[in-house]
């Protein structure tokens, strides 16, 4: 259709507003509350217009054109009437643009100039009310308009569900929970609110005074922290070479949201506490070194073990958190110039049951959907993922979608957060995903609620499961699990009756003994429903780091080269032979992260080069990682911060970080995205690929890698799945694998229309084993460990950042508050947790979160860690450890001062 | 002045009110819209509205607080302060207006020294303004909880106020 604005005909399509028309054609219409996150609201009237045959003005951004509508934007009435509201808005405050963070990027500014008001006609009315008792925002109510965006995002987008108006008319205020400082609030520092807000009321604290948006350089990259791989951009003072703020994008996969992590964690890269300069260990101390010097004795050192015992004895790790390139080249270097297959990464202690698992039923290790499916899905099934504190932004999606009338169960042993906006609870013992499980599949066949059609045509063998299961009625499952029958009927008919459902989990699935089995089953259950290869639906584990799911397709894995190309294939070897121009590659797959540090201890290995895995902290049963790192002969880390293992290296080297080098990570949803150089490397930090590269030159090996380019360039020539995705091609949105040729748009979904990688799904037999550690008299309560919101990993990245200790300072025991009362424990109480492994005191935390018999914690600080009490019993395929539960005994230590709860819905006390 | 032992109104025990308060809750909790009936038994059984009510509700019916809090202060039905045993409401609708509640609103105010929103010490009275109760043909009109008092002048305001005074023997033994 068409329609005149100021007497110029313009296309217009149904469902468009007047608005969305002027806009694309370059007229400017003054606007406030709208903005095309939050919608249509029409409340601060600034976008008027006038439209012939209609009375008085029209609000532009909730006006739907219609044919032949006549609109007038610029006439003197329609101009006069706007200022005079903006004029009335400017009254109701103080907005003075002196000293105003957003002045230069503020809106309400730029509709002033446009409308060329200098100040209000009326008398300003300055309240000097600010709100800075939080650690990252503030809001100065005299620059507030009350447009109510901070409050639709709050509520819509993130659905933190903090911010809100209080009381009526001329009174109206935004305000946080039961109006309290947003300090005191349950506010979990998303930061959403302050990159909405038009004006200067909602602003970041930390970068107050540090200049204004217009002053810096802007970097598009993507987020360091978990595997949603959010994009963001770097604000850099060029001259300190610092990052000084960070904003969401509004591209995929968070459509401009963060969480406090990727928002406020960004001073790390600048901190004096970077490792800067290669250090060498000389009588017990680590001392600085040239380059030259370090790679040389690595080198030696390197030569001479392994001309001795062989290239068996070295392994290699790269890691979850560095860019594909650099895993890349760690791989290559270690196949291609030591001529082993020694080689593995973090994965091994999160999702590599998720990659055993998911491969074996469908053909591909990796999470079938996409992020932004979540808001199409029907039925959402959460299991084992704490997802509001480990992976925000996935868990802003998965509560808008709950809000939007899609269903919501979660199973958790623990009320995590996002129970609050479930329709079902379930809460089961820990480790007993497959009884359960299984005993929902078995009621869903009893009700005929399977997708017959979809097992016979596109899996091989349906009437296994059938039979398998039916060792599982719902009456011995519901014994086993713990949740009552009543209600698995419940999640069955639910599950069953859906015609969309999404299975997302996380760690609580992965990190047990039965780690493979439990994703097998969620992969059976899955293809009993019918739900895979369509919009909305699949299997969907959320990677934990940044770049796990990169460092698996990348080949950091003993059994593949990069893009899952197996090393026992003779007709790979062959081409990768020839490809890097290199003969004898080890025809024998390598040993899995566990047994190269078993292996220590037998003298089978001897050289561990490490790049960004402080194996110490992260590795189950701490006094035996330590035992077994102090056997080793030779250590080298490759790190950005020193941590608790560079306390055991024999050399350490300088590594980059995420904005310091370009390359590429891959998200959760397989999605390949850029990373570009913001700042400049302290000291003499080296990327990873270029140590690669002068260590094989040192060894009498090019390996080719020139620059972070030429690397990926060198793996696309003979990666399969990932050959097609180009630097070019990324540069604005990432690409999901797979994407064979730059002519390939990229693949949204796995196995599209139940066209399985493997060809049929395989379904597989899972039975219940129990953990492998019970609790008894001795050690009565089941520990279980995670993320915090506030914190990432063995904290480097956080802790080194300014603010997220003060929120968070240090690690805290959950404890029910049934075991609370019974040992007299209250919050803040210092406690001793102690299991057969050893010992750590930290603050009890007692919460509702955590069911009678079960306590939780977190590794991230190294004063108190939770893998000093885990215990180091593995997944049978994967040798994945059981984190998730061990027995642990507590004992009161002190009184502590009383902590006011902040009620529920919270990431802390 | 010495403080009070026992609150006068006779919301001593505000431990036991918001255990009733929870059985409330919980019967009220599967209905649809179920929050503003919550906060109007809220409203009756302490008088007010509690801080402490307002976490329980947000808990038991999984509500966020600033909802409630925002629901709570949009409607004037809604309190969040003690309110006196009377709360007396003037109607500054327009035609009350005209009539002169603004003269009846200035004497409550002498009589009561009170302003609007505010409780008398002995927590008898409330004092508070509404926008016409649609009486119009009776204005200028004040009610006083639920009784109207129709063509009023600003004359009569101190008899009226007596006469709710004497029904009601402030408790003057129970302070110190």
């Given amino acids: ?909 | 002045m010495s403080t009070p032992e026992k609150c006068l109104c006779g919301n001593d025990d505000e431990a036991g009110l918001i255990e009733r308060l929870e059985e409330i809750i919980i019967t009220l909790k599967e209905k649809p819209g179920a929050l503003i009936p919550v906060l109007q038994a809220t409203q009756s059984l302490f008088g007010y509205i509690p801080n402490e009510a307002i976490l329980k509700i947000s808990e038991i019916l999984n509500e966020p607080l600033s909802k409630i809090f925002g629901v709570i202060t949009f409607y004037s039905f809604f309190s969040l302060k003690p309110r006196g045993k009377y709360l007396i409401r003037v109607c500054m609708g327009t035609a009350c207006y005209v009539q002169g509640a603004n003269e009846v609103l200035t004497a409550l105010k002498q009589q009561l020294s009170i302003d609007i929103g505010e409780t008398t010490e002995d927590k008898i009275f409330t004092l508070d303004i509404g926008r016409c109760f649609g009486a119009c043909g009776l204005a200028p009109i004040i009610m006083v909880n639920d009784d109207v008092h129709q063509w009023i002048k600003s004359s009569d305001v101190a008899k009226i106020i007596k006469n709710y005074r004497r029904q009601e023997q402030p408790k003057t033994t129970e302070v110190l």
């Fill in chain 1, 1 to 909: 259709m068409q329609i005149s604005i100021n007497n110029n005909t313009y296309a217009a399509f149904e469902g468009e507003t007047v608005l969305d028309v002027a806009k694309r054609n370059g007229i400017y219409i003054p606007t406030l509350c709208y903005h095309v996150k939050t919608g249509q609201s029409a409340k601060c009237r600034a976008c008027i217009v006038s439209v012939e045959g209609m009375r008085g003005f029209q609000t532009s951004c909730n006006l739907n054109v219609r044919e032949g509508m006549l609109v007038q934007t610029e006439t003197k009435e329609v101009i006069d009437t706007q200022k005079q509201i903006v004029d009335l808005m400017l009254a109701s405050g103080y907005h003075n643009c002196l000293a105003c963070e957003r002045s230069g990027s503020c809106e309400l500014q730029d509709v002033c100039y446009h409308l060329g008001i200098e100040k209000t006609s009326f008398k300003d009315a300055p309240t000097g009310i600010k709100d800075e008792s939080s650690e990252f925002i503030v809001i100065d109510y005299d620059k507030c308009i009350s447009c109510g965006r901070c409050v639709a995002v709050c509520n819509n987008n993130v659905v933190n569900e903090v911010l809100g108006f209080g009381y009526r008319g001329k009174q109206t205020t935004i305000m946080c929970d039961n109006n309290i400082p947003m300090g005191d609030s349950s506010c979990v520092q998303c930061g959403e609110c302050v990159q909405i807000c038009p004006t200067g009321a909602l602003t970041d604290k930390k970068s107050r005074g540090k200049g204004r948006f217009a002053q810096f350089e802007k970097v598009d990259t993507t987020c360091p922290y978990c595997g949603v791989g959010c994009q963001l951009t770097l604000h850099v003072d060029r001259a300190k070479n610092k990052v000084v703020r960070v904003t969401g994008r509004d591209v995929w996969p968070n459509n401009g949201m963060l969480c406090v992590k990727g928002r406020y964690g960004f001073e790390f890269h600048a901190s004096p506490k970077r490792l800067q300069y290669p250090l060498i260990k000389r009588n017990g101390k680590h001392e600085r070194a040239s380059w030259d010097e370090a790679l040389d004795y690595i080198v030696d050192r390197t030569r001479t073990i392994t001309a001795q015992y062989g290239p068996d004895v070295f392994s290699a790790l790269g890691s979850g958190r560095i860019t594909n390139e650099n895993n890349y080249a760690i791989q290559k270097f270690t196949r291609g110039v030591i001529k082993t297959n020694n080689i593995d990464h973090c994965a091994r202690t999160c999702h590599a049951p998720t990659v055993a698992g998911l491969a074996h039923a469908f053909g591909s290790g990796a999470a079938t959907n996409s992020i932004d499916e979540i808001l199409e899905t029907e039925l959402i099934f959460v299991i084992g993922s704490n997802m509001t504190e480990a992976h925000p932004v996935v868990s802003y999606y998965v509560k808008k979608a709950a809000k939007n009338g899609a269903k919501l169960i979660v199973c958790d042993p623990r009320k995590v957060d996002i129970a609050h906006w479930s329709d079902l609870f379930v809460q089961l013992r820990v480790g007993t995903d497959v009884p359960f499980l299984n005993g929902l599949i078995n009621e869903i066949f009893k009700n005929g609620w399977h997708d017959e059609a979809f097992m016979k045509n596109n899996t091989e063998n349906p009437d296994d499961i059938k039979k398998w299961v039916a060792d599982y009625p719902i009456e011995k499952a519901s014994l086993l699990c713990g949740v009552p029958e009543e209600m698995m009927r419940k999640v069955a008919q639910m599950l069953g009756e859906a015609k969309k459902v999404s299975i997302i989990y996380c760690l609580g699935i992965t990190e047990h003994t039965t780690g493979t089995d439990n994703v097998k089953t969620l992969a059976n259950l899955q293809m009993v429903l019918g739900h895979l290869g369509k919009r909305g639906c699949g299997v969907n584990p959320l990677r934990g780091q940044n770049n796990v799911q990169g460092a698996c397709d990348m080949g950091a894995l003993p059994n593949v080269y990069h893009n899952y190309q197996s090393v026992t294939d003779e007709k790979v070897i062959v081409k990768m032979e020839k490809d890097w121009g290199i003969s004898g590659l080890s025809r024998k797959e390598g040993y899995k992260l566990p047994t190269m540090l078993h292996k220590a201890r037998s003298g089978e290995t001897k050289i561990l080069f490490c790049v960004g895995d402080n194996t110490v902290q992260t590795e189950p049963n701490t006094a035996k990682t330590i035992k077994e790192i102090e056997a080793l002969e030779f250590l080298v880390v490759v790190d950005i911060f020193p941590n608790m293992t560079t306390e055991y290296a024999d050399v350490i080297l300088p590594d980059v970080c995420f904005n310091e080098d370009e390359g590429t990570y891959s998200n959760l949803d397989r999605r390949v995205q850029f990373l570009r150089k913001a700042v400049e490397a302290p000291g003499e930090a080296r990327p990873t690929w270029w140590i690669m590269q002068e260590l094989g030159k040192r060894m009498g090996v090019d390996l080719g890698f020139q620059s972070a380019k030429a690397t990926w360039e060198d793996m696309r020539r003979t990666g399969t799945i990932m050959g097609g995705i180009t630097y070019e091609r990324i540069q604005t949105n990432g690409l999901q694998w797979p994407c064979p040729t730059v002519e390939h748009p990229g693949t949204p979904i796995l196995h599209l229309n139940g066209k399985f990688t493997r060809g049929l799904g395989l379904f597989s037999k899972t039975n219940y084993r129990p953990q492998a550690e019970l609790p008894d008299a001795e050690y009565p309560f089941i520990l279980s460990t995670g993320r915090r919101l506030w914190h990432y990993h063995t904290g480097t990245q956080t802790r080194n950042s300014i603010g997220l200790e003060n929120i968070f300072p240090e690690e805290l025991l959950e404890i029910s508050p049934y075991d609370a009362k019974i040992m007299k424990v209250k919050t803040g109480d210092m406690v001793k947790a102690t299991s057969r492994r050893g010992t750590i005191t930290l603050k009890a935390w007692v919460t509702d979160r955590s069911p009678a018999g079960v306590t939780w914690c977190a590794f991230h600080f190294r004063e108190a860690h939770a893998n000093v009490l885990t215990i180091d019993a593995y997944d049978d395929v994967t040798e994945t450890p059981e984190y998730k539960a061990c027995a642990i005994k507590i004992e009161k230590v002190s009184e502590g001062e009383p902590v006011v709860s902040r009620g529920f819905r919270q990431a802390r006390p």
